[in-house]
């Protein structure tokens, strides 16, 4: 464990997915990290069900992808209800095919996944220290220092690193410190979520199922034990507790034999167990900023969203992805300028605020669809319609949209100064597409966390020359008329940041000299 006279690079207040992902990441940079957590185990409750394909994606670069499938449960197919009537059946196993080599919405219970991240650190000699809470933390501006608090007791040490991460959740302290207003808003309606066990049914058949009921809605999920079923619904209760900030509480005094009648009314099943039951009310909140000098907020933290949708955890761990390699870079990187670093840093906060408000403003959208008085012929009209029944249909390009949408496949940072302007389908900005050939897929470079350059079809000479001089990892690949589909161009150089994102796509003779420049104006080494 830590000595009092260690100084770290990186000090991760919480380890929920957001602060486990970023010490993950940061420490494969070869970075110093630490991380503390108040509680005194990982939360045993379930959240986050749905881990989507771009996470998928990316723990291909720590070898976590496979770990991550094998715990998971491949939802195969979802189906529609009305008033008892069973209104569609749509096969979503292969829901973004063409899309990612990981086209289905994969189940795989928060508690789980967490379990498995930590493990994870572990085995690489990291260890959460626990029962310590992040108290207060001073900016000296060269490094901070933290006051933590441990229990039992209620000691407290200090700690120096250079950079502070608050991944601490809705209430985080970081925040608070630093000033960040949490901006947006609570709903009104209140949700239940249940973990339960029942017997084989219409409804527990590994499949899941969305039923609308005259007033109000419930959502059955599968995972990866047979039987066991996550239950999500809208209550029909009504009270005015309004204090919560999302975390699963009893305290709006409502307990599963409120709810019972309603999914009994829904599906008649045969309930044997509740494992888990709680209630919350849903937010959508974003911090005014997202970084004040050496602290920085990602997940919860900095922002929470409405549950349509299940966007809340994977968009955490895509900040903490963002974020690692750019702290990783300015640390490692010692003679790069204070204006270099300050340019870099920033584009943390202007690519993940605003996809964070993007996300929110989507889910919102889902979100007061789902709650408004007669929203059953509303959805119907305005969601199932245009959106689920063509995905029953297979209509190709609005499957692909839903998938994109959902998946986060759509994020992109094509506004960011980290991205070379362009033109066309594919654009610097964009995650990479994927291209599968025979039994090869196109994402077999993802395991890397470095710049790289990838080439399709002929590859200048020196190229190769030039990016073996700058440790950066080059793959040239035989041009495919598949190609043409994902959209990537004949005798381009596409330019790959180390979080996969593409930086510039580069064409014609001068490419070397744009390539330099490319590196040269933010003041980065590659
Ligand atoms: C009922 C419910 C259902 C949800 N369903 C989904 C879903 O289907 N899909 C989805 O993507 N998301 C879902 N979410 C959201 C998801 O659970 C969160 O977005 C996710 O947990 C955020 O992860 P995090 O690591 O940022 O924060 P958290 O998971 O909140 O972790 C924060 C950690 O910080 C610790 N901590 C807090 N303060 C301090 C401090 N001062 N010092 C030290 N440690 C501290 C806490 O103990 C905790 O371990 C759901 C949330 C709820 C409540
Ligand atoms: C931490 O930093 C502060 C301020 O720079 C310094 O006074 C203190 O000695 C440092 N502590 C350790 C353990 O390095
Ligand atoms: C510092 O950066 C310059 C280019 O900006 C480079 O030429 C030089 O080698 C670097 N020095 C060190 C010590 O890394
Ligand atoms: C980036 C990447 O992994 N490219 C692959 C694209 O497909 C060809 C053909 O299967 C592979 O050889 C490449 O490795």
Redesign the pocket.
């Given at each position: 464990m830590r000595t009092?006279?260690?100084?770290y690079d990186v000090l991760i207040a919480g380890a929920g997915p957001t602060g486990l992902v970023l010490a993950l990441w940061l420490h494969h940079q070869g970075l110093k990290v630490h991380i503390v957590d108040q509680a005194e185990a990982p939360a045993k409750d379930s959240r986050a069900i749905v881990v989507h394909a771009r996470i998928v994606e990316l723990y291909r670069q720590l070898g976590l992808a496979d770990d991550l499938l094998e715990l998971g449960y491949k939802l195969p197919a979802t189906n529609l209800w009305f008033d008892g009537q069973h209104k569609a059946q749509i096969p979503i196993r292969e829901f973004g095919q063409d899309l990612t080599a990981y086209p289905f919405l994969l189940i795989v219970p928060q508690s789980e996944h967490e379990t498995m991240l930590e493990r994870r650190l572990n085995d690489l000699g990291v260890h959460v220290e626990r029962k310590t809470k992040l108290q207060d933390f001073v900016d000296?501006d060269s490094?901070i220092?933290a006051t933590l608090s441990h229990q039992p007791g209620g000691t407290s040490s200090?700690i120096?690193a250079s950079y502070i991460v608050g991944c601490d959740g809705a209430h985080s302290v970081v925040r608070r410190k630093i000033g960040a207003k949490y901006e947006g808003d609570t709903y009104e309606p209140l949700f239940y979520i249940a973990d339960i066990e029942a017997r084989d049914d219409t409804f527990i058949n590994g499949e899941g199922h969305l039923i609308f009921t005259d007033d109000t809605y419930n959502l059955l999920v599968p995972y990866n034990k047979a039987g066991h079923v996550r239950v999500v619904g809208l209550t029909t209760q009504r009270n005015n507790d309004n204090n919560d900030h999302g975390s699963p509480t009893h305290e709006h005094g409502i307990a599963f034999e409120d709810v019972r009648p309603q999914i009994t009314k829904a599906t008649n099943i045969d309930i044997t167990k509740v494992n888990w039951f709680s209630t919350y009310r849903s937010h959508h909140r974003v911090a005014e900023k997202f970084r004040r000098n050496r602290a920085f907020l990602a997940g919860d933290a900095a922002h929470i969203h409405s549950p349509a949708g299940g966007q809340g955890m994977n968009t955490g761990i895509m900040d903490a992805i963002n974020l690692a390699w750019k702290l990783a870079t300015v640390l490692k990187q010692t003679n790069m300028s204070e204006d270099a670093k300050h340019q870099l840093l920033e584009s943390y906060e202007s690519e993940r605020r605003s996809f964070a408000m993007m996300i929110v403003k989507s889910t919102d959208t889902g979100f007061t669809l789902i709650t408004s008085k007669g929203f059953v012929p509303h959805i119907v009209r305005t969601w199932v319609i245009p959106y689920l029944a063509p995905l029953a249909l297979k209509f190709d390009a609005a499957r692909g949209r839903v998938f994109k949408g959902l998946s986060q496949l759509i994020c992109n940072y094509r506004a960011s100064s980290l991205s070379r302007s362009g033109e066309g389908a594919v654009q610097a900005g964009d995650r990479l597409p994927w291209a599968e050939m025979d039994e090869e897929d196109n994402f077999s470079t993802l395991r890397y966390v470095c710049w790289q350059l990838h080439a399709y079809g002929e590859i200048l000479p020196h190229l190769e020359e030039w990016a073996r001089d700058n440790g950066v990892k080059v793959f040239a690949f035989d041009w495919h008329d598949q190609y043409v589909k994902a959209g990537l161009v004949k005798d381009a150089v596409y330019l790959l940041r180390p979080d996969q994102y593409i930086a510039g796509i580069f064409e014609g003779p001068s490419i070397e000299s744009e390539l330099k420049e490319y590196f040269a104006t933010r003041g980065l080494k590659c």
């Open positions: 009092p006279t260690d100084v000296h490094s220092t200090t120096n």
